[in-house]
């Protein structure tokens, strides 16, 4: 059996635990049934998938694990592989798998976009696809991780009812940008107080390259997920240039990614 699931980005500027799109850097595993668990992988994080237990070590099967995905940078690593693992140890059932999976996770917005592709709305009980507007995503993928439980830590319990109304009213013009194709809506659309500015003390470089990007002509940028890489929404025939000016920033700290959306979720081929 072959599964292939996507990357996801999460929060999408002020939709934080709300929002989510599936980006196209995939995930794929290859597995049969065996005695006892005996993986390969190759890619992104390899070697720290053979140092260290993960949701493929629990299965026995033997087969190969190959990632486009980063690991631990805020694009959905771990929401993909628990998608997969879910999906090769019991019966093909996507939304049976998406429970799953976004229990292990503990929230949904991740697993959910991997699943079903596009950009996703989620809620405990809602999960609403959004058109795809056709927008370039230059990415920041940063070379040092960040524990999603340190990056949530930090969020306050109680926000102001100032800040919550702020990121209602973006959140609402976000939707409002992508259903329309209004990129000139989203460097509003994409401000936030719930959650960026909270975390950037964890990662105080990210804002200068959020800035970068606008200032290269991005329609707007974001942390991607809990951070601490960055996405940018911008024209994809400019994306080369926008990701080479955010790692030009800061060289140190990440590189430079280019990708799209991708309306097309997890999948199998047996």
């Known amino acids: 059996m072959r599964i292939k ?3 996801s980005i999460a929060n999408i500027g002020p939709g934080f635990d709300c929002m989510a799109m599936a980006i196209d850097l995939w995930l794929e595993v290859e597995a049969n049934e065996a005695q006892r668990p005996a993986w390969d992988y190759e890619g992104e994080g390899a070697d720290y998938l053979y140092a260290h237990e993960n949701p493929f070590t629990r299965l026995h099967m033997k087969g190969r694990v190959r990632s486009e995905i980063p690991l631990g940078v805020g694009l959905g690593s771990s929401a993909a592989a628990r998608l997969a693992a879910s999906a090769l140890s019991s019966p093909w059932d996507v939304k049976s798998h998406v429970i799953d999976a976004g229990a292990d996770e503990g929230h949904y917005d991740n697993v959910a976009a991997s699943a079903a592709g596009g950009i996703r709305i989620v809620s405990e009980k809602v999960d609403e696809k959004l058109p795809n507007p056709g927008w370039g995503i230059a990415l920041f993928i940063a070379h040092q991780p960040l524990p999603t439980e340190k990056a949530r830590s930090v969020l ?43 975390r950037l003390h964890l990662y105080p ?4 390259i959020i800035h970068v990007a606008e200032a290269a002509g ?4 974001a942390i991607c997920g809990a951070g ?3 996405f940018a929404f911008c024209a994809a025939s400019q994306a080369n240039r926008i990701a080479k000016a955010m790692e030009e920033a800061h060289p140190l700290r990440g ?7 991708t309306d097309k979720g997890m999948f199998r081929t047996l």
């Not at 590189?255 to 959306?261: E, G, N, S, Y």
């Open 156 to 198: 306050p319990d109680e926000v102001p009812l100032g800040d919550a109304s702020f990121n209602a009213s973006r959140t609402a013009l976000l939707v409002r940008a992508i259903v329309s194709k209004r990129s000139s809506l989203l460097g509003e659309a994409m401000r936030d107080r719930l959650h960026q500015p909270h």
């Open 255 to 261: 590189r430079a990614l280019v990708t799209k959306i």
């Open 205 to 208: 470089w990210v804002e200068e």
């Open 218 to 221: 991005a329609y707007g940028a």
């Open 228 to 230: 601490p890489s960055v």
């Open 5 to 7: 699931v996507p990357a």
